[in-house]
């Protein structure tokens, strides 16, 4: 018997991504499941498994209302309580006036408790079921379905959510309505900001002192001084992981929430005020996307020790390099810098989107393999490149331009970038991984694909369409697609109509002849990245 005849997940990032595919993967929980987010290759990449599963919408979900249409279970987990109040009710297509009376909507996202109770009441004064369930337990956890939930809501409300809080964990039911649940949730993270942020404290003291950080850290690990966030941080924070598992600025968010309902309260917190601060600290050390575990860097920037004890300088992921003001920073592989999102993955590509705002600047990071670069922001971007090794020095791409670098193991590309344009960076980063079993002899003849780069490894074409232009053609090698200018697009004999965004990619494969026609009003360009 299923349970709910269609579960709509919104925000499917690191927590939301598990938790959709437990649900996913639970028989007779669903005869339908959506994945919805603002990143349409989660999205894709989601569908795709709905797809195998047999439980898949008839195409991806593009919009929010695409997403929730017939839903009778819908799940937000999403970062703060912004992106909640924009989804849930601002807006003639928010939750609150998409969602039938008898639908069910819980929000595992860690918000105050005033907004949950505020919601709740929108919610059930339509009829639809409102629970606040907040959740911990880490991306891990999350999918294993084995995450803590913190619930609480009506009778009514907690009864029909059971089947989907009992496959994603333990849910301890609050009593109290609405908003409880998240007030146990805001307690949790003052125990959890503080434990992290002295954990840090403890090891740079150790490191200044001289001890063996690892040795300590064995010692505290059975001792009555651990706690669990000791246990779990400490390891990153000593071996310097670069691994993203939950960003600093999450802890920034969650801290405050428990310093301004602490002061309404009028409970001292200061111990969970002082950890705000440090992760305040962090965030002024361009730290905000970094785990969390990374507030250590913050003791290490001010007493001068390096917790991890790696101070030799190279060119590898783990050395060190000793920027032009005297500090050291520590080299990162470039899938783990904050602000390349790995997009795409498979053996012969791995697709990476660079996006940060402008007087930004990454860290230190290697790249060691060749890459297609594909500079996407309108009117161009300017940069300061700083290679190790060299100067700095300003660097311009026109919109559109393409680069290739050669970046293999043994001479690879250590740089950090500062963006001084006005405008946000968006490039596509595709690395070449390995040479596919089909490739093309000679370039591509087909109308409307220009060639505009080529190399050993790869070949670029710029496929450009005006308004009601159509191209019909048999791609005979692998290929990387990426919208470049967008329009509305129409597909195949189906005449399926979408309009993609800009920075959009696919994974394609030697296929059927395909045809695409230019349904809109705009030039459409999107380039055509043939592997060799």
């Known amino acids: 018997m299923i349970v709910y005849e269609k579960i709509a997940v919104i925000g499917i990032g690191a927590m939301g991504g598990g938790m959709a595919r437990v649900l996913l993967e639970q028989p007779g929980l669903c005869q339908q499941i959506a994945?919805?987010?603002?990143?349409?290759?989660?999205?894709?990449?989601?569908?795709?498994?709905?797809?195998?599963?047999?439980?898949?919408?008839?195409?991806?979900?593009?919009?929010?209302?695409?997403?929730?249409?017939?839903?009778?279970?819908?799940?937000?987990?999403l970062q703060n309580e912004a992106q909640c109040q924009q989804v849930c009710l601002q807006g003639d297509d928010c939750l609150l006036r998409l969602l039938a009376p008898g639908a069910v909507v819980?929000?595992?996202?860690?918000?105050?408790a005033t907004w949950m109770k505020q919601t709740a009441v929108l919610f059930e004064e339509k009829g639809v079921h409102f629970v606040d369930a907040p959740i911990s337990g880490g991306p891990v956890r999350a999918r294993a379905g084995e995450l803590t939930i913190m619930a609480s809501g009506n009778e009514a409300s907690l009864s029909v959510s059971q089947p989907v809080l009992q496959a994603l964990g333990k849910a301890y039911i609050i009593a109290g309505g609405p908003g409880q649940?998240?007030?146990?949730?805001?307690?949790?993270?003052?125990?959890?900001?503080?434990?992290?942020?002295?954990?840090?404290?403890?090891?740079?003291?150790?490191?200044?002192?001289?001890?063996?950080?690892?040795?300590?850290?064995?010692?505290?690990?059975?001792?009555?001084?651990?706690?669990w966030m000791f246990r779990d941080r400490s390891p990153r924070m000593m071996e310097?992981?670069?691994?993203?598992?939950?960003?600093?600025?999450?802890?920034?968010?969650?801290?405050?929430?428990?310093?301004?309902?602490?002061?309404?309260?009028?409970?001292?917190?200061?111990?969970?005020?002082?950890?705000?601060?440090?992760?305040i600290s962090g965030q002024g050390l361009g730290l905000s996307q970094q785990d969390d575990s990374q507030v250590v860097k913050v003791y290490e920037n001010v007493a001068g020790v390096k917790v991890s004890g790696k101070s030799q300088e190279g060119t590898h992921v783990g050395d060190y390099?000793?920027?032009?003001?005297?500090?050291f920073e520590q080299i990162v592989e470039v899938g783990s810098e904050p602000r390349h999102q790995v997009v795409l993955k498979n053996?012969?590509?791995?697709?990476?989107?660079?996006?940060?705002?402008?007087?930004?600047?990454?860290?230190?990071?290697?790249?060691?393999?060749?890459?297609?670069?594909?500079?996407?922001?309108?009117g161009g971007l300017n940069v300061i490149n700083h290679v190790q090794g060299f100067a700095a020095c300003a660097d311009c791409m026109d919109f559109g331009e393409v680069r290739y670098g050669a970046h293999?193991?043994?001479?690879?590309?250590?740089?950090?970038?500062?963006?001084?344009?006005?405008?946000?960076?968006?490039?596509?980063?595709?690395?070449?991984?390995?040479?596919?079993p089909v490739s093309a002899a000679?370039?591509?003849?087909?109308?409307?694909?220009?060639?505009?780069?080529?190399?050993?490894?790869?070949?670029?074409?710029?496929?450009?369409?005006?308004?009601?232009?159509?191209?019909?053609?048999?791609?005979?090698?692998?290929?990387?697609s990426i919208v470049v200018q967008t329009s509305k697009i129409e597909h195949g004999t189906l005449k399926w109509q979408h309009e993609p965004l800009v920075g959009d990619l696919k994974w394609n494969e030697p296929g059927m002849e395909t045809t695409r026609r230019n349904v809109g009003s705009s030039t459409y360009v999107e380039y055509i990245a043939e592997w060799r």
């Open 35 to 77: 994945g919805y987010d603002q990143s349409t290759a989660l999205v894709d990449a989601f569908y795709h498994e709905s797809v195998t599963a047999g439980k898949a919408l008839a195409a991806p979900p593009t919009t929010l209302p695409q997403a929730v249409e017939g839903a009778t279970f819908v799940l937000v987990v």
């Open 106 to 112: 819980m929000i595992s996202s860690t918000v105050t």
């Open 181 to 227: 649940g998240s007030q146990v949730k805001m307690v949790h993270q003052l125990l959890a900001g503080v434990h992290i942020v002295v954990a840090a404290e403890a090891l740079c003291l150790a490191a200044k002192a001289g001890l063996d950080v690892s040795q300590l850290y064995e010692i505290v690990n059975g001792a009555a001084g651990a706690s």
């Open 240 to 279: 310097s992981v670069a691994e993203v598992k939950s960003q600093l600025q999450i802890f920034v968010k969650d801290l405050d929430i428990v310093y301004q309902e602490a002061k309404k309260l009028q409970v001292p917190t200061p111990l969970a005020s002082a950890a705000l601060q440090q992760f």
């Open 321 to 327: 390099w000793r920027l032009p003001d005297g500090r």
């Open 347 to 378: 053996e012969y590509v791995r697709a990476l989107r660079v996006s940060f705002p402008p007087g930004d600047t990454t860290l230190a990071h290697r790249h060691a393999k060749d890459s297609l670069y594909f500079f996407l922001v309108p």
């Open 408 to 436: 293999e193991s043994e001479t690879p590309l250590v740089h950090r970038i500062t963006n001084t344009s006005t405008h946000t960076m968006l490039c596509v980063d595709a690395e070449l991984l390995k040479t596919p």
């Open 442 to 480: 000679i370039p591509l003849l087909a109308e409307r694909h220009e060639l505009i780069k080529s190399r050993d490894k790869c070949r670029v074409y710029k496929l450009t369409l005006e308004p009601g232009e159509s191209v019909t053609v048999l791609y005979p090698f692998f290929y990387l």
